[in-house]
């Protein structure tokens, strides 16, 4: 089962870089490709990153692409997103949970995905 618990977030100032952690504590998921994706205020939740299980395939939301870099380590069981560059309009609460679409380069979670963690926020100022 997995468990995933985000981590990194915090407030910066336009044109800082954040690191966002997911780690899973069910030590499961590198059967799975993972993604990132974000739920700003009074938006709906989009995809921003994903990658492969065989980390060989990587996936960007246009917004994102070129600023943002996700990784991962399946040894120590964690998904990683770089995150530089920041703009305004990053400021959302991020999450991560698995992408099975990604190696169609579609960053969305499975069909009626519920174990959504609790997120970390990411605030960016102007």
């Known amino acids: 089962q997995i468990q995933l618990v985000e981590s990194g977030g915090g407030d910066v100032q336009a044109g800082d870089s954040l690191s966002l952690s997911c780690a899973d504590s069910?030590?499961?998921?590198?059967?799975?490709?993972m993604g990132w994706y974000r739920q700003a205020p009074g938006k709906e939740r989009e995809g921003v990153s994903c990658?492969?299980?065989?980390?060989?395939?990587?996936y960007y939301a246009e917004a994102v692409k070129g600023r943002f870099t996700i990784s991962r380590d399946n040894a120590n069981v964690t998904v990683s997103l770089q995150l530089n560059s920041l703009k305004p309009e990053d400021t959302a609460v991020y999450y991560c949970?698995?992408?099975?679409?990604?190696?169609?380069?579609?960053?969305?979670?499975?069909?009626?995905?519920?174990?959504w963690g609790q997120g970390t926020q990411v605030t960016v100022s102007s």
């Open positions: 069910g030590r499961s998921f590198e059967r799975y490709a």
């Open positions: 949970a698995p992408s099975v679409m990604c190696w169609a380069g579609q960053i969305s979670p499975p069909a009626g995905y519920h174990d």
């Open positions: 990658i492969s299980s065989s980390t060989d395939t990587t």
